[in-house]
């Protein structure tokens, strides 16, 4: 990676590698949508840079990520994403674009300083800029309506995350909280 590459990543510049984690929290509904399941997991994250991307006068530098996350003690993924992390520095917004093979696709930001260690990105669903999009049986089924992260490095080898994805389940009045959170090293 180049000096100059890193230093167009603003605050995702600490977030550039490969990073591992085995003590994720994963509270989720279960199979009996009253009912609640909390599952440990372990993690992988890859981060790779890119940039600049010209939208005209727009500049964005990001990272293109996967993740792959395991229950443990199980082999096969219960959880994969792809998408990518962006910063436009002019504007101070980091942004969070991706997609989840389950039929779910997220657009979420926030303004950030440029040598934030600490950051928020939320997106709704029916917004034009931050928002959410599904298929037709999660809309009808498990309608998610908010997404918040908190993003916080710790240091050059460590960074936490915690996500809350407001669900709307069919049948059911109040919002169920998807939280996942872990804390992820270098490696």
């Given at each position: 990676?180049?000096?100059?590459?890193?230093?167009?990543?603003?605050?995702?510049?600490?977030?550039?590698?490969?990073?591992?984690?085995?003590?994720g929290?994963?509270?989720?509904?279960?199979?009996?949508?009253?009912?609640?399941?909390?599952?440990?997991?372990?993690?992988?994250?890859?981060?790779?840079p890119?940039?600049?991307?010209?939208?005209?006068?727009?500049a964005?530098?990001?990272?293109?990520?996967?993740t792959?996350?395991?229950?443990?003690?199980?082999e096969?993924?219960?959880?994969?994403?792809?998408?990518y992390?962006?910063?436009?520095?002019?504007?101070?917004?980091?942004?969070?674009?991706?997609?989840?093979?389950?039929?779910?696709?997220?657009?979420?930001?926030?303004?950030?300083?440029p040598?934030?260690?600490?950051?928020?990105?939320?997106a709704?669903?029916g917004?034009?800029?931050?928002?959410?999009?599904?298929?037709?049986?999660?809309?009808?089924?498990?309608?998610?309506?908010?997404?918040?992260?908190?993003?916080t490095?710790?240091?050059?080898?460590?960074?936490?995350?915690?996500?809350?994805?407001?669900?709307?389940?069919?049948?059911?009045?109040?919002?169920?909280?998807?939280?996942d959170?872990?804390?992820?090293?270098r490696?």
């Open positions: 990676m180049s000096e100059e590459l890193i230093k167009n990543l603003g605050p995702l510049a600490p977030l550039a590698g490969t990073w591992e984690g085995d003590k929290d994963d509270t989720a509904p279960d199979d009996d949508p009253s009912k609640t399941e909390i599952n440990k997991y372990r993690e992988r994250l890859v981060l790779d890119f940039g600049p991307v010209n939208n005209h006068a727009q964005l530098y990001g990272l293109r990520y996967s792959t996350a395991w229950r443990l003690k199980e096969s993924p219960f959880h994969e994403e792809l998408g992390w962006l910063w436009d520095p002019a504007e101070k917004q980091v942004m969070r674009c991706f997609i989840v093979p389950r039929g779910v696709t997220v657009i979420a930001g926030g303004t950030v300083e040598g934030a260690r600490e950051f928020h990105l939320a709704e669903v917004s034009e800029t931050y928002g959410i999009c599904s298929n037709r049986f999660l809309d009808r089924e498990f309608k998610t309506v908010r997404y918040e992260l908190k993003v490095v710790h240091d050059a080898n460590s960074f936490s995350y915690e996500e809350d994805t407001q669900l709307q389940i069919k049948g059911q009045s109040e919002l169920f909280h998807h939280i959170k872990n804390t992820l090293k490696s």
